[in-house]
């Protein structure tokens, strides 16, 4: 939120030398007349591009699938149980929240639980069923 204010703090000073530059700027030059051409072809580049991508994964595919995974399992505005090494993956926390406001905590016993297999799981007992295995998690719930 503060980046705007932030912009304006910086650009304030130069606000004199800005404006003397728009007096001089000649709307009806041939010059004026190619860049606003231009300018609207690479805004219309650029809205075609993005809609291209829409829908497509380019980072993190590996943590968005167990998120996305998890998520046909899991109700919104739950609490997930998870050990402390996974508790300091920022991204899961950040796609948890973002597409399902699903919170992860490493301190209490939820009614989810997600292990990471390459660490020593908790002692479950027989509270927790396993409900699937997502790449080198498996996702648990409470009886």
Known sequence: PAYPFLAIAFALPFQAIIK???????????????????????LI???????SQKGKISRDKK???????????????SVISI????????ELHAYFARYKNISLDDNE??????????????????????LTDIDSYSLYKKR
Not at 63 to 77: A, R
Not at 83 to 90: G, S, V
Request: net charge negative; with cysteine.
């Open 109 to 130: 016993k939820h009614l989810y639980y997600l292990h990471n297999k390459h660490l020593p799981i908790l002692d479950l007992d027989e509270e927790y069923v396993h």
């Open 20 to 42: 003397e530059w728009h007096n001089k700027i000649d709307i009806s030059s041939r010059s004026f007349i190619v860049f606003k051409i231009v300018s609207c072809m690479l």
């Open 63 to 77: 943590t968005l699938q167990l998120v996305f995974e998890c998520n046909k399992y899991i109700p919104s505005n």
């Open 45 to 51: 580049s650029v809205i075609v591009f993005s809609l």
């Open 83 to 90: 050990d402390n090494e996974t508790y300091t993956k920022w």
